[in-house]
Antibody, heavy 122, light 111 residues
Framework: QVQLQESGPGLVKPSQTLSLTCTVS??????????WSWIRQHPGKGLELIGY???????YYSPSLKSRLTISVDTSQNQFSLKLNSVTAADTAVYYC??????????????WGQGTLVTVSS | QSALTQPASVSGSPGQSITISCTGS?????????VSWYQQHPGNAPKLIIY???NRPSGASHRFSGSKSGNTASLTISGLQAEDEADYFC???????????FGGGTKLTVL
């Protein structure tokens, strides 16, 4: 069974960097065939794709976040990470990591992490 | 504003059937057979319930079905049960680099 688990601080101060890690079990990121994605959900709102990474390090970033965003992968730890700089209250959201099969022609997210609430506040 | 349009809310009584729509364009919903639907209960992660317009993954209830006509995809839930009360999201393939577009979500209330 594939499982994803987000980890990282639940509270970040304005202007600082939001850092989250997603640990994958039951599947190997380096096996290929999947994009590994970050998605967020503002309180009471819909889902927003932040970006995704392939095991080779190839990335896609949302244009609205691109200037502040870095997504990286550590295949030795079977993890991928998100760093969002210069955060504001508008970045307060539940952050999910998820597996996207688009690379193999399966255009859906089949596994999701439980999500982690990140609050930006002083 | 979300790229795919869903009604903000729908409601139905136990035992009834309801349908949730997801409207896009020829560049996404209308042009490909790659629409997926997700159920999200409060405080939980989204769960895949339909993929490729009308396919159910293992473990998804047979009461969920999907279809598509033109630029609009639909999720139908038959024999409504209290446990179906949740938010439902659609996602569609798009030919742009983002490759997946999200709907805004629909809150289903079981009366």
């Amino acid at each position: 069974q594939v499982q994803l688990q987000e980890s990282g601080p639940g509270l970040v101060k304005p202007s600082q960097t939001l850092s989250l890690t997603c640990t994958v079990s039951g599947a190997s990121i380096s096996s290929g065939g999947y994009y590994w994605s970050w998605i967020r959900q503002h309180p009471g709102k819909g889902l927003e794709l932040i970006g995704y990474i392939y095991y080779t390090g190839s990335t896609y970033y949302s244009p609205s976040l691109k200037s502040r965003l870095t997504i990286s992968v550590d295949t030795s730890q079977n993890q991928f990470s998100l760093k969002l700089n210069s955060v504001t209250a508008a970045d307060t959201a539940v952050y999910y990591c998820a597996r996207d099969g688009a690379y193999s022609g399966n255009y859906y997210f089949d596994y999701w992490g439980q999500g982690t609430l990140v609050t930006v506040s002083s | 504003q979300s790229a795919l349009t869903q009604p903000a809310s729908v409601s139905g009584s136990p035992g009834q059937s309801i349908t949730i729509s997801c409207t896009g364009s020829l560049s996404d919903v209308g042009g490909y057979k790659y629409v997926s639907w997700y159920q999200q209960h409060p405080g939980n992660a989204p769960k895949l319930i339909i993929y490729d317009v009308s396919n159910r993954p293992s473990g998804a209830s047979h009461r969920f079905s999907g279809s598509k006509s033109g630029n609009t995809a639909s999720l139908t839930i038959s024999g409504l049960q209290a446990e179906d009360e949740a938010d439902y999201f659609c996602i569609s393939y798009t030919s742009t680099s983002i490759h997946l577009l999200f709907g805004g979500g629909t809150k289903l209330t079981v009366l």
